[in-house]
């Protein structure tokens, strides 16, 4: 399926752990960030103030409490200087949050976002540190990427990954049930086996009984 998407200027930094930062030029890139963005994403924002979108993009597999202390202070660090009226305070507060927790509707001016779920949205505070600033900005590198077609690549992905994950789960469900079965096949065997011996014992203490008569009657005869 072919994607239409305008290809807008998205500025890319390396975190100092080589993991990729990035955010929209103006709001209106911000559109399209928040439109295609992808499952190991996480957005920044800094709380209650316009600022940049900054984006995180994690390996797959890695949750929220896999960020770093120094990454989470990177993408934070890189969102307050991108706000007009947060990089002139000493400290601000920052929220951040899964790319699949945000929430957009038409009604919304371009940029503004709300959330799927409030309680998913993580909160913390950051002192301005130029430095690190300094050293994010030295690995800048502006783009114009096709942000649907990157997208779809991962979705196409994500739905081979689920077809995987599908076909393993009815590879072990189909062995669980062979096992079960060889179970039960080898206790009906048991079974049957005690059940002979059982069988064989009585028929063997009977035999044994008849002998005895017969010789405590030889013996008075």
Same mark, same amino acid.
């Given at each position: 399926?072919?994607?239409?998407?305008?290809?807008?200027?998205?500025?890319?930094?390396?975190?100092?752990?080589?993991?990729?930062?990035?955010?929209?030029?103006?709001?209106?890139?911000?559109?399209? @960030?928040?439109?295609?963005?992808?499952?190991?994403?996480?957005?920044?924002?800094?709380?209650? @103030?316009?600022?940049?979108?900054?984006?995180?993009?994690?390996?797959?597999?890695?949750? @929220?409490?896999?960020?770093?202390?120094?990454?989470?202070?990177?993408?934070?660090?890189?969102?307050?200087? *991108?706000?007009?009226?947060?990089?002139?305070?000493?400290?601000?507060?920052?929220?951040?949050?899964?790319?699949? *927790?945000?929430?957009?509707?038409?009604?919304?001016?371009?940029?503004?976002?709300?959330?799927?779920?409030?309680?998913?949205?993580?909160?913390?505070?950051?002192?301005?540190?130029?430095?690190?600033? *300094?050293?994010?900005?030295?690995?800048?590198?502006?783009?114009?990427?096709?942000?649907?077609?990157?997208?779809?690549?991962?979705?196409?992905?994500?739905?081979?990954?689920?077809?995987?994950?599908?076909?393993?789960?009815?590879?072990?469900?189909?062995?669980?049930?062979?096992?079960?079965?060889?179970?039960?096949?080898?206790?009906?065997?048991?079974?049957?086996?005690?059940?002979?011996?059982?069988?064989?014992?009585?028929?063997?203490?009977?035999?044994?009984?008849?002998?005895?008569?017969?010789?405590?009657?030889?013996?008075?005869?």
């Amino acid at each position: 399926k072919q994607l239409d998407s305008p290809a807008g200027m998205v500025f890319f930094f390396t975190s100092s752990e080589g993991y990729t930062l990035y955010m929209g030029k103006d709001k209106y890139e911000n559109e399209d @960030l928040i439109k295609y963005g992808l499952p190991e994403d996480v957005w920044f924002h800094v709380d209650k @103030l316009s600022s940049a979108h900054v984006y995180l993009r994690q390996k797959k597999g890695e949750k @929220l409490d896999d960020i770093s202390d120094v990454l989470l202070n990177e993408c934070a660090q890189l969102v307050k200087a *991108n706000s007009i009226e947060g990089c002139k305070q000493a400290s601000v507060e920052v929220i951040y949050t899964r790319w699949r *927790n945000l929430h957009k509707t038409g009604a919304m001016e371009a940029g503004a976002v709300s959330f799927k779920d409030r309680s998913r949205v993580r909160k913390m505070r950051v002192d301005k540190h130029r430095p690190t600033v *300094n050293d994010l900005n030295r690995t800048k590198v502006e783009d114009h990427p096709d942000l649907a077609a990157v997208q779809e690549e991962r979705a196409a992905e994500w739905r081979a990954e689920q077809r995987a994950v599908k076909r393993r789960q009815a590879e072990e469900e189909k062995r669980l049930r062979k096992q079960r079965m060889e179970e039960a096949e080898l206790r009906s065997y048991k079974s049957l086996m005690d059940e002979g011996n059982m069988s064989t014992n009585t028929d063997l203490a009977a035999s044994e009984d008849q002998s005895a008569a017969v010789d405590f009657e030889d013996d008075f005869m």
